[in-house]
């Protein structure tokens, strides 16, 4: 049987259970294993990343040159689960991963947490222990469905082998509709050895879940009129979207209404940078104008976005003057951070499909609030405050560069196709406030967990993405920290060896570069546990490890620049190189900051675009702030 899932799980598994008698005899005779591989290829799944061990050996057994999907071997499970993260975001589809049980499972509960705070659609499957060993601290036990319940939508124990096909037809459905997420298979050894008797399809038994997916009752109109009375409205756009392919219909929206688009991190790209109504990212490290934009609206629509901290700053001062439309498929997400106005319930692109006509009908009865104040503000902020960054100010003649200006030249120099994927730090943000995303699901990073380490693997699914869904013709460049990197280098062996041929970035500063910039701003320049010694200056190079010359030992490309001109140069190298993974490795300033910001825990009105230079603060008011305790963490960035 397939049980339920407490968070104890195992503590309802009997220990020794009675042989359960195989009432089902329709189908093919075969192993719970052989049924597992039958049930991925019947659900249309192509590629599947992972690693094997002893408790999931049956199933690996089962995967041989006829198997009809891709198998990509990793070199640590949680690169497995990030793989399958970067599979999922650049085609759309669930991503699926394989590993063992014990540490195996318990290495892969990083990807699944990380795919949980995103709604990225993923099902891992773990290999367990026979029944008859559970919660008895067998060899490589560990209960994944008891540590993975607060993480996952949904887990499953397996204990027969006739529930295998169901199981993985529900976990697929489930992973992929609604609001997506991580569903985890623990699939003990029992139910991968024991006999069963498939057939295909499978009636999936899933009583309660059925997600909304369409507006209901008068919210629809009730939101239409919140348009027709707002002068200062604002679309702040989130993940959600990205997930729902909803970039069509908010671009209309827009257009429809005059109304900005702020996004949130995950969500960039979703309407082209090119579009004049993008102001961009709002919140901690976001624009001005898309941040002032949410400040001062009346009306703000959160389009699956879910408020999170990094977006709303102090949520009680987070557009303080705004009536709220929140559009989730996840009721939990409506008014769990802030109350709204109208709550609609429903998918994103069906909602939005719904409530434009019920705008323009609204609009044909009072016509269109005038918006021309508004812009002006907006254009404002944008001709006052764009996106800027300072060149070093003592770096040694050949070197170091400005990591900001790195990242616009690989923008400038890239494929308009191309996919990029960031791991976690500075690099991140300048990632995203600097490349030019003209296409949705065009980018790829860790946001709500922030996993350093994502990148890599990450970078190696979208690739393996790319290549099933796009014949490869996006290429997939990855900025990553050296920090960061670090964490999954290993994994550039399965870059080479399963024919990903990424191209990396190493922002190399030397240092955990946003750890050293709150060291900075908030305490007092004290530098604990911050250098990293990979890379100090060009005439004294302390390189542990030696970024090139790791990549030449996994037969990778290595390059490193230390001036423009070379900067340059590596760039349209790399770009011309297609038959293997090619890393450069950047050395850069580091003393380069992330602005603009808004500190912890403070307002977004106190958002510094600057030290010293708050915009969205009258000088009185940034006199008060600074008095304040709310205000001291701006007042430290200011001085410093």
């Not at 709604?119 to 067998?138: F, N, R």
């Amino acid at each position: 049987m397939a049980t339920p899932t407490p968070l104890q799980a195992f503590s309802g598994v009997p220990k020794a259970p009675a042989a359960e008698k195989q009432s089902i005899v329709d189908g093919e005779k075969m192993t719970g294993a052989q049924a597992l591989v039958r049930s991925l290829e019947d659900l249309g799944v192509k590629d599947v990343f992972g690693i094997p061990g002893g408790a999931i050996l049956p199933v690996y057994n089962a995967i041989n040159e006829h198997t009809k999907f891709r198998f990509v071997l990793t070199r640590h499970e949680q690169a497995a689960g990030h793989a399958a993260e970067g599979y999922a975001v650049a085609t759309g589809k669930v991503g699926v991963c394989i590993v063992t049980s014990g540490p195996g499972a318990t290495n892969v509960v990083t990807a699944i947490a990380d795919a949980n705070m995103d709604s990225i659609p993923m099902v891992v499957i773990t290999g367990q222990v026979g029944v008859g060993a559970i919660g008895t601290d067998a060899f490589q036990e560990a209960d994944i469905v008891g540590i993975t319940y607060p993480v996952a939508k949904h887990s499953y124990l397996v204990t027969n082998a006739q529930d295998v096909p169901r199981v993985l037809a529900e976990a697929y459905y489930i992973a992929g509709s609604g609001r997506p997420g991580p569903v985890v298979v623990d699939l003990t050894k029992t139910a991968q050895n024991g006999q069963m008797y498939y057939s295909w399809p499978q009636r999936m038994i899933l009583p309660g879940y059925n997600p909304t997916t369409k507006a209901h009752g008068h919210v629809l109109s009730d939101a239409a009129k919140l348009f027709s009375q707002s002068y200062r409205p604002v679309l702040y756009v989130g993940g959600g979207a990205v997930r729902s392919n909803a970039g069509k219909q908010v671009k209309e929206l827009a257009d429809l209404t005059g109304a900005p688009i702020v996004t949130t991190l995950p969500a960039r790209g979703i309407v082209p940078d090119s579009d004049p109504k993008v102001l961009g990212m709002l919140g901690m490290h976001g624009g001005i104008a898309a941040t002032g934009a949410v400040q001062r609206s009346d009306l703000l629509v959160a389009i699956g976005a879910r408020f999170s901290d990094r977006v709303t700053g102090r949520l009680d001062s987070f557009a303080p003057a705004a009536r709220v439309i929140h559009i989730d498929i996840d009721p939990a997400e409506i008014g769990k951070n802030r109350q709204p106005d109208v709550p609609i319930v429903g998918d994103v692109a069906e909602v939005l499909d719904d409530l434009i006509p019920e705008i323009k009908r609204q609009q044909a009865i009072h016509s269109k609030p005038n918006l021309k104040p508004w812009w002006a503000q907006i254009n404002e902020w944008r001709e006052k405050y764009p996106t800027t960054y300072d060149e070093p100010q003592d770096a040694p003649v050949d070197g170091s560069l400005s990591p900001q200006w790195v990242v616009e030249q690989l923008s400038k120099q890239a494929d308009p196709e191309t996919i990029w994927v960031a791991g976690v730090g500075q690099h991140q943000m300048w990632a995203s406030q600097l490349i030019d995303f003209e296409h949705p699901h065009s980018w790829i990073s860790s946001g709500g967990l922030g996993t350093m380490g994502f990148g890599l693997p990450a970078a190696i699914g979208a690739k393996v993405g790319s290549q099933r869904e796009f014949n490869g013709r996006k290429p997939v460049w990855l900025i990553d920290g050296d920090g960061s990197f670090q964490m999954t280098s290993e994994e550039l062996a399965t870059a080479l060896l399963d024919h990903t041929p990424i191209k990396i970035a190493i922002i190399n500063n030397s240092v955990y570069g946003m750890v050293r910039q709150w060291q900075t701003l908030f305490f007092n320049h004290h530098y604990s546990a911050t250098n990293l010694a990979d890379g100090e200056n060009r005439d004294d190079i302390v390189d542990v490890p030696d970024f090139v010359k790791l990549a030449e030992a996994y037969d990778c490309v290595g390059m490193r620049a230390f001036t423009k001109d070379e900067a340059v140069e590596a760039i349209k190298k790399a770009n011309e190189i297609n038959d293997r993974p090619v890393l450069i490795d950047f050395r850069v300033w580091k003393d380069a900051m992330v602005w603009p910001m808004v500190p912890a825990g403070a307002s977004n009105d106190e958002v510094a675009y600057r030290p010293g230079v708050r915009p969205l603060l009258s000088p009185a008011a940034q006199a008060k702030a600074a008095a304040s305790n709310t205000g001291e963490s701006v007042a430290a960035a200011d001085a410093a």
